[in-house]
């Protein structure tokens, strides 16, 4: 249940968000996001009928992402091989958000597909992650399924690219719940797409994964 300390914290985050939104002309967005947050802090029976649904929006994109990083993380455990957790940190992209996580994940598909070229355990290798706001830039809170293949080789893979990655055995839901910026925040909010801009999902390549050796 949100505190009213709470409460007040994400009132500020929604009105700055708001405010970030009429200074870009997006009118129509921040009315939303201004209409759930009003809605929420009355606890009246609009509270209950009534929510904006977008990503930026500091109620309704907690309990998405906290939903969707879940489900990611159910997904890529389905068949009980062995799955680890890293924490690979990012510089943003000039591009915002999108751009940062997109290269992200053609960045890791590619080092997938190069390893598979050598080894063909890799093709069956699958990862889900999470795009996370940190102190100074962002990071990706990245599960990768790896069967046949030990967790360090993994981890020397992911080094070559991204060095300052580190192992992350039991991650917290509440990293997922982290303030954004409010720059990123209205990002988030124009693109108005839900969590695919910040969510991370790599398929196995070969699809007859039992026949990898």
Not at 44 to 68: F, M, Q, V
Not at 165 to 174: H, I, K, M, R, Y
């Amino acid at each position: 249940m949100t505190t009213r300390v709470e409460m007040q914290l994400l009132r500020t985050i929604s009105d700055e968000t708001v405010k970030g939104l009429l200074l870009i002309g997006e009118n129509y967005v921040a009315g939303r996001l201004a209409r759930c947050s009003s809605a929420r802090a009355s606890r009246t029976s609009d509270y209950r009928h009534w929510s904006c649904r977008n990503s930026a929006c500091p109620w309704c994109g907690r309990a998405k992402l906290a939903r969707w990083y879940t489900g990611l993380a159910s997904w890529v455990r389905q068949n009980g091989d062995p799955v680890s957790v890293f924490i690979v940190p990012l510089k943003p992209s000039s591009g915002g958000v999108q751009a940062t996580t997109r290269i992200f994940r053609r960045r890791l598909r590619d080092l997938r597909d190069r390893a598979g070229r050598r080894r063909r355990v890799w093709r069956a290798v699958m990862a889900t992650g999470m795009l996370v706001p940190a102190s100074e830039g962002w990071f990706v809170l990245l599960h990768v399924q790896h069967r046949n293949i030990l967790r360090a080789e993994v981890m020397d893979s992911l080094k070559k690219i991204w060095p300052e990655t580190w192992d992350c055995p039991d991650p917290s839901l509440e990293l997922i719940r982290q303030p954004w910026a409010i720059s990123t925040r209205v990002q988030l909010a124009v693109l108005s797409r839900g969590t695919e801009p910040l969510r991370i999902v790599l398929p196995p390549q070969n699809k007859m994964i039992g026949s990898c050796t």
